[in-house]
């Protein structure tokens, strides 16, 4: 079984940064394109990046474009999200899920994804 676990969340003030982890549990992560994805209180639950196996393929939201920073690191079984210039509108609680249909982090749509994480909470607020 999949299991993801996500840590780092946080309250931080505007302008500031925050590093998300994804951890796999019982499988190892080389062969997984991994995304991640958000929701805010009241609202649906929005893709924000994803990156591919090799690491070679990337995406992001624009709302999050050269903010946010994906990455991995396969021997650690982990991957990142590094999120900086964060403004109010980002907070949310922050998943991560492994693809398992469609093209290769293409569409960051919440129905080509699965073993969702419990999530980590960020606060962005003065």
């Known amino acids: 079984q999949l299991q993801l676990v996500e840590s780092g969340g946080g309250l931080v003030q505007p302008g500031g940064s925050l590093r998300l982890s994804c951890k796999a549990s019982g499988f190892t992560l080389d062969y997984y394109h991994i995304a991640w994805f958000r929701q805010a209180p009241g609202k649906e639950r929005e893709g924000v990046s994803c990156?591919?196996?090799?690491?070679?393929?990337?995406n992001y939201a624009d709302s999050v474009k050269g903010r946010f920073t994906i990455s991995r690191d396969n021997a650690k079984n982990t991957v990142y999200l590094q999120m900086n210039s964060l403004k109010p509108e980002d907070t949310a609680v922050y998943y991560c899920?492994?693809?398992?249909?469609?093209?290769?982090?293409?569409?960051?749509?919440?129905?080509?994804?699965?073993?969702w994480g419990q999530g980590t909470p960020v606060t962005v607020s003065s």
């Open positions: 899920a492994v693809q398992h249909s469609g093209p290769v982090c293409v569409h960051l749509l919440d129905a080509f994804f699965g073993s």
């Open positions: 990156i591919s196996s090799s690491g070679g393929s990337r």
